[in-house]
């Protein structure tokens, strides 16, 4: 028993590893962040595979963050967007890289809702 409860707890070490980074937005700015999921390298390659996308390796695990902030529609109306953020883990960003996806028509398929785009575009670029 106590050897079983060895390997458990040594199994969950590099987990810990794998916990997400903690960020936190400038208070009274309205942007929310908002964790949404990890991908190891090893995942990232396999979901880069299924979306057709090839050759691109993927060299680092990825944390993705929803971001939310206000903003005004056309005529002035305040409202709500959001955007994805993905961050390499254990690596630092060497640039920034904005991905603007085209128009949609609900919003199940934007980026921030990992969109099979958005979760191509995070891999790829983070």
Known sequence: MRRRSFLIG???LPLAACAPRVLTAPAGSGVSLV?????TAIEGMALLALSGVKGVP???SVDA???TYPSQ?????PIVLSG???LPRGATPRTLVSWQHGTT?????VPSN???DGISAALVFA
């Open 10 to 12: 040594a199994a969950s």
């Open 35 to 39: 964790h949404v999921k990890s991908w």
């Open 58 to 60: 993927v060299r680092h």
């Open 65 to 67: 963050w929803r971001m």
């Open 73 to 77: 529609d056309s005529v002035g109306r």
């Open 84 to 86: 994805l953020l993905a």
């Open 105 to 109: 028509t609900t919003r199940a398929d």
């Open 114 to 116: 990992l969109s099979v």
